[in-house]
């Protein structure tokens, strides 16, 4: 684990499967914490924070939806289909106007 925290500080990334799974899950609910919606669910200051990250077996682990769903993308379907049919009707739009404006005589 400290050749792991060593590597990260130096900026380099590490490996997953390197990682222990009780210590990367304690971490991910630590990063999950920190990065919450609502502020009075984040660390109240950084200082808080930091001392998670060095006593990361201290840290209570949640059973939340995105450490288990992580892979799955979050687009729903309505929203996926506003996106398509907007992106079908830019170069629909394209083609009225290029037909409005070869009429001019």
Not at 36 to 64: C, I, K, S, W
Request: hydrophobic residues 50%.
């Amino acid at each position: 684990m400290a050749d792991c925290l060593n590597s990260l500080e130096a900026g380099m990334l590490v490996d997953s499967y390197r990682i222990e799974a009780p210590v990367a899950r304690s971490g991910m609910a630590a990063i999950y914490r920190a990065l919450e919606r609502y502020p009075m669910n984040r660390y109240a200051t950084a200082r808080e924070f930091a001392r998670e990250l060095a006593h990361l077996d201290q840290v209570g682990v949640e059973n939340r939806r995105e450490l288990q769903d992580w892979r799955k993308r979050k687009a729903h379907l309505p929203r996926r289909i506003i996106l398509y049919v907007a992106l079908l009707l830019v170069p629909v739009a394209i083609l009225i106007a290029m037909a409005l404006f070869s009429r001019h005589e």
